[in-house]
């Protein structure tokens, strides 16, 4: 997976999210570490459709 890049919701800052600092215990959502205010998100990914698989943007 390329790197993503993220906005926090709490602190509002963008974000670079790299494989390696991704945490996937759970099988459909990615949680990563906001680099600047060291909040904890959680990214849900897509269940169906062409895009499975990958993390849902905010769209």
């Known amino acids: ?13 963008l974000f670079w999210i790299k494989e390696q600092e ?20 959680r990214i849900p990914l897509v269940t169906e459709g062409a895009n499975a698989g990958a993390p849902k943007m905010g769209h």
């Open 1 to 13: 997976m390329p790197m993503l890049v993220r906005k926090c919701p709490k602190c509002e800052k």
């Open 22 to 41: 991704i945490d996937r215990s759970d099988r459909d959502i990615l949680r990563v570490t906001c680099t600047h205010c060291q909040q904890v998100l």
